[in-house]
């Protein structure tokens, strides 16, 4: 029995989209696969995604990272969620956590008990049962699986972390592994006459590598996916009308406080990250509303610390390319398509979408089947992620810009106003089975947005007044004592991951 020789996987582009593609595939496929990476230091990286959602972590374990070293390494922090400021109206605020508030009891989700005391004069917001809210209001964190002996789960939690250095470790861990890397602009594309698979690229000293399947990790450019197989792109800036973005590092907050925070502005909204040495700042903005040095100004302006640097743009179209996947090319990160940082979707889309091609990679053939499965689920999950932006956008009652009346009244996908109708009308969730984000998330933004139910799931109703009171009053005496026992997280940090 002869050993089936290997196939010759060719990724073109670095940073973290191509070195988070090379790390998954060597650790999964590196029996069956040689692994080789293209990149230029010459052609710079976007590297503003700096802050995560929690599947990350499972990347990291598949990967068999040590969390504090990569902390570490990374210059990080954790992240409870995201603070919302001035978006539902202005002078208002809200932290879209990861963890769900309250207790489910019942068969009912928390929310809906809280209504149901919200209906009779109950005046606490659902925040004020948020054991991540009140984590992030004090400034702690800590691992907590669960609270105490009860049902409520902990902490849930991700990362923000510099981006750049974060390619960096994975090049390191990917090259130690086996993948080889080569230095160079491609300069040729070399495809098959009958088929038009890509068969090799031609870097611009003339290296010749060849493949048997290509990922395009070029960036905005889609060189391979987008310029060479013409594989179209699809427009959804009448949803997301902002198109460029301005980022600039400032020196590090006082408090390292564990979440990121956006806040809107006139003609868009600018984000805050806060890292162990310095802090990520950006305003991302339509040029349709506001000019470039205005966007630039108001960015400086909302600095909580001093700038480092000056501010370096960004332009783009939010959307999608038509398919993820042509020929024998898949495009992973920016070179499939832009879903503005605001929900900090850009790491996890670059990792759900190795994991699939990982899952549907072709063992033989020209992997029609698996090529068809895999642009249907990137397509829905784009989609569903889309929808989910669009949300903080449409539902304000902001009239104090052009850009915010525009946002107001614009027409939406009726996947999302489907949801809003649902939850508007009894706090329930029309949420898809394969939806990246959770019923918690749908009524955190939901409500923070300012969309009231009118009604709350009948099953809340199974508990007296009396009853209702005591279990609210219950799920907060066991946050705060659960918070009180927490580090904070500037503690936590130097105890165990503080970087040099």
Known sequence: MTDTPKRKLVIVGGGTAGWITAAAFVRLLGR???????????????????????????????????????????????????EFVD??????????????????????????????????????DLWHYSLHRLAAD????????RVGNTAMTGLAYAYHFDAGLYA??????????????????????????????????????????????????????????GEELGVGYEDWSRWLPCDRALAVPSERLPTLVPYTRATAKQAGWQWRIPLQ????????YSSGFISDQDAADTLLAGLDT????????????TGRRDAFWAHNCAAIGLSSGFLEPLESTSIHLIQSHVNRLIQLFPAQGDGAAERAEYNRRCAAEFEQIRDFLILHYKQTARDDSAFWNYCRTMAVPDSLAHKQALFASSG??????????????????????GVTPQAHDPMADALSDAQLGEFLGHVRTLIERAVSGLPTHEDFIARHCAAS
């Open 32 to 82: 069956s696969l040689d692994i080789t990476l293209v990149e230029s230091e010459a052609i710079g990286t976007v590297g503003v995604g700096e802050a995560t959602i929690p599947q990350i972590i499972r990347l990291n374990a598949i990967l068999g990272l040590d969390e504090m070293e990569f902390v570490r390494e990374t210059k990080g922090t954790f992240k409870l969620g995201i």
């Open 277 to 284: 040495h310095r802090t990520g700042n950006g305003h991302v």
């Open 168 to 225: 960096a470790y994975l090049r390191r861990y990917a090259e130690g592994q086996g993948v080889v890397r080569h230095e160079g602009i491609v300069q040729h594309v070399t495809r098959d006459g009958e088929n038009g698979d890509i068969t090799a690229i031609t870097l611009d000293k003339g290296t010749r590598v060849e493949g048997d399947f290509f990922i395009d990790c070029t960036g905005f450019r889609a060189m391979l996916l």
């Open 138 to 145: 004090h400034a702690r964190f800590g691992k907590l699986d």
């Open 306 to 317: 001093k700038a480092v640097g000056d501010p370096r743009p960004l332009r783009f179209t």
């Open 428 to 449: 329930r969730i029309g949420r898809d089975i394969d939806d990246l984000f959770r019923e918690a998330s749908w009524v955190q933004v939901m409500l923070g947005q």
């Open 87 to 124: 978006w539902g109206r202005k002078g208002t605020s809200y932290l879209h956590t990861f963890g769900d508030a309250g207790l489910s009891l019942a068969g009912a989700a928390f929310h809906h008990y809280w209504r149901r005391a919200a209906a009779s004069g109950h005046t606490s």
